[in-house]
T-cell receptor, first 114, second 115 residues
Framework: DSGVTQTPKHLITATGQRVTLRCSPR?????VYWYQQSLDQGLQFLIQYYNGEERAKGNILERFSAQQFPDLHSELNLSSLELGDSALYFCASSAGTTRGHEQFFGPGTRLTVL | GNSVTQMEGPVTLSEEAFLTINCTYTATGYPSLFWYVQYPGEGLQLLLKATKADDKGSNKGFEATYRKETTSFHLEKGSVQVSDSAVYFCALSETDTGTASKLTFGTGTRLQVTL
């Protein structure tokens, strides 16, 4: 158990809909990262927050947004969903932002868009 | 930009065989290197890491050495077990602005160990 929790575990929805994925980092970790794992694109970094502020952006679509709340949990919002958004979405947390800090991954949310 | 290249899988080995999974990277600075493992239906777990050249990371019988001259971080294990069957990801992180440390992953290598 990494200490990172994600809900829900599975999500099935239709095209055009909007969903929210939730992540609670390990106790004391200030950085939260979101990654997308799909068969065609592998594991890709989406976005990082540190203590409530956005720190880095990767290949995140404009239809996607995220935020980190004062209690440090984070939400990833996916809107106008398309079939191609079906993937595993992982949240990870780490203590800081300097390189080398381990990232601890949650179990993931499997999103299926029908 | 940064990139990680891993050998194609799947890799199928008999129990107690020697394992090597090749990983090479491209980075503009001095990255930290990681191996993560993903068991079926689970998230990623950090297997080992190395933060500077010539460092050797090791855990659970797995080893990898950070080779700056060949930009490689190959994963090895002397004797694999059935329980090692999983997907292995090589990854790097690099501080660009001094604050971000996102991971760049390879495509993953599936290992299947048979009796």
């Amino acid at each position: 158990d990494s200490g990172v929790t994600q809900t829900p575990k599975h999500l099935i929805t239709a095209t055009g809909q909007r969903v929210t994925l939730r992540c609670s980092p390990r106790s004391g970790d200030l950085s939260v990262y979101w990654y997308q794992q799909s068969l065609d694109q592998g594991l890709q970094f989406l976005i990082q927050y540190y203590n409530g502020e956005e720190r880095a952006k990767g290949n995140i679509l404009e239809r996607f947004s995220a935020q980190q709340f004062p209690d440090l949990h984070s939400e990833l919002n996916l809107s106008s969903l398309e079939l191609g958004d079906s993937a595993l979405y992982f949240c990870a947390s780490s203590a800081g932002t300097t390189r080398g800090h381990e990232q601890f991954f949650g179990p993931g949310t499997r999103l299926t868009v029908l | 930009g940064n990139s990680v290249t891993q050998m194609e899988g799947p890799v199928t080995l008999s129990e107690e065989a020697f394992l090597t999974i090749n990983c090479t990277y491209t980075a503009t600075g001095y990255p930290s290197l990681f191996w993560y493992v993903q068991y079926p239906g689970e998230g990623l777990q950090l297997l080992l890491k190395a933060t500077k050249a010539d460092d050797k990371g090791s855990n659970k019988g797995f080893e990898a050495t950070y080779r700056k001259e060949t930009t490689s971080f190959h994963l090895e294990k002397g004797s694999v077990q059935v329980s090692d069957s999983a997907v292995y990801f090589c990854a790097l992180s690099e501080t660009d602005t001094g604050t971000a440390s996102k991971l760049t992953f390879g495509t993953g290598t599936r290992l299947q160990v048979t009796l």
